[in-house]
């Protein structure tokens, strides 16, 4: 599946600059799953504070996993989210999906997550095929 993208926003696309906020609604349409994901670790970061929240939970069905992959890999609307929401994303696996604050002082943190030490330890074989 790709971005169910309307005919207003093909015009827009086709005339040249799009308009982001156009953008970003048409990915919260389109993906729903990833779109609510990356919501809730938003705002459980910003109640709970902390250098990041991230979600361990596999996604419920092929569906919802593919949205995530969609969301996450694709440079356009992976920076997007990261405007819209005022954070910064990373991502492990097929599920493994963190918020981060924009302030430098996580950045040792975020490095950390994202290292290859941090992905080899994030595998095991019940996500061998996610």
Known sequence: ???DVSPALLEQAERGEVDEADFVD???TSLPYAWEMVSSLVAQLKVDG????DN???????????????ALASDAI???????????LA????????????????????TKF?????????????????
């Open 91 to 110: 991502f492990q696996n097929c599920h493994r999906v963190a918020v981060f604050p924009l302030d430098s002082s996580v950045d040792e943190t975020l």
């Open 1 to 3: 599946m790709s971005l």
């Open 26 to 28: 048409c990915v919260r």
């Open 50 to 53: 902390g250098a990041f929240a």
């Open 56 to 70: 361990q939970t596999p996604p419920p069905d092929e569906q919802a996993r593919g949205q995530l992959l969609r």
């Open 114 to 130: 994202t290292s290859v030490r941090s992905q080899l330890l994030n595998q095991s074989p019940e996500l061998r095929d996610c």
């Open 78 to 88: 992976r920076g997007a989210l990261q405007r819209h929401f005022g954070v910064r």
